[in-house]
């Protein structure tokens, strides 16, 4: 099959011939239809995160495809079937984190202490073929396509799992940090739950934009939407925490700030003088929270109320979508199609 390998951290990504992964025990095989770049695959080829240990590194974890093939043991899941994959796949089931036996999300990547995780751990999906977990994939809504179901897996999941961790009531209002590829759905999300919506970015060239998302009110830092009259939930979807702490400014009394991005290089701080005890705010982490709320974000996009803005890629051009985002010059999402 064809697969875009990283022979090591740094190199060019290259589009080769790799042996077809066969179904294990629990597992299915997809056929990759569509596949998204995560900046999170650029974090890990380019240095900034370790390089995975294994040969032919193939990352990528947001793959929509059609099963063609089911291991021993699966009964959740059939040849025919429509599905995406996932970052988390499995957690090793002994650790002191596994003990507590909690549902399977992002968390469980994060604090088993050896989680199969996609792209990382085994095989990404950046190949025509993957062999996943059955247990952590989810249906495709059937009217939706796999292009725009790929962003969804993990962009989409992240932003819905970050508005859902505010626990926002119909009163409130909600700021989304940064309009990228998580940014510009949460503001959709954000608009199609009926808040009352504001986008915080320091691009001016995305104001107009972000307002034909569904902001209502567009700000450009935390004073600005202090003076707008702040927000009662503040998510964070962009990988500046510099513009996170500004982002405080404008927090209102027993608001809460969600943090659902990796910064590699920055620290989010509360300054000595800030007044977040006094007025109650809460500091909140967010991550993938659970398959159910994958389907909710699904469902969103299947039925319109959020559109992810993409850019598709031929696997030939693999090489050119990972050049175009790492410079910045991708608007919101690539995929590539397999």
Avoid at 81 to 97: I, K, N, P
Avoid at 256 to 270: C, D, H, K, Q, Y
Avoid at 277 to 301: D, F, P, S, Y
Wanted: proline share 5%; glycine share 10%; with cysteine.
């Amino acid at each position: 099959m064809k697969a875009a390998v990283v022979p090591h951290a740094g190199a060019r990504w290259e589009l080769r011939d790799v042996a077809t992964p066969q179904p294990g025990p629990g597992q299915v095989l997809v056929r990759v239809r569509a596949s998204g770049l995560c900046h999170n695959d650029l974090l890990l080829t380019d240095g900034s995160f370790p390089f995975p240990a294994r040969d032919d590194v193939v990352v990528g974890h947001e793959a929509a495809g059609d099963v063609v093939a089911v291991g021993a043991g699966v009964t959740t899941r059939k040849v025919g079937d429509r599905v995406g994959a996932t970052w988390v796949q499995g957690t090793c089931g002994e650790c002191d984190y596994c003990k507590l036996n909690l549902p399977l999300t992002g968390q469980s990547g994060m604090n088993c202490a050896r989680p199969t995780m996609t792209g990382i751990t085994t095989q990404g999906t950046h190949a025509e073929y993957a062999a996943v977990t059955a247990e952590s994939t989810v249906l495709l809504p059937d009217q939706l396509s796999y292009e725009q179901a790929a962003p969804v897996l993990c962009a989409g999941y992240t932003a819905w799992s970050a508005l859902r961790a505010a626990d926002p009531k119909p009163h409130e209002r909600v700021a989304v940090l940064g309009i990228g590829g998580l940014g510009h759905l949460a503001v959709q999300f954000s608009r199609a739950c009926g808040f009352d919506t504001v986008a915080i970015t320091r691009s001016p060239d995305k104001h107009d934009l972000a307002r034909e998302l569904g902001a209502d009110t567009v700000v450009g830092d935390g004073a600005e939407l202090l003076a707008a009259g702040g927000a009662d939930v503040i998510l964070v979807t962009g990988t500046s925490y510099e513009a996170a702490t500004d982002a405080l400014k404008g927090l209102r009394v027993n608001g809460r700030m969600v943090l659902a991005t990796i910064n590699p290089e920055g620290s989010f701080t509360i300054d000595a003088r800030s007044p977040l005890w006094a007025k109650r705010q809460q500091i909140i982490g967010a991550t993938h929270n659970g398959l159910h709320q994958l389907a909710e974000a699904l469902r969103l996009v299947a039925d319109g109320k959020a559109t992810p803005r993409i850019e598709t890629f031929p696997k030939e051009n693999i090489a050119e979508a990972v050049a175009a985002a790492g410079k910045g010059d991708l608007r919101f999402r690539a995929v590539i199609t397999f």
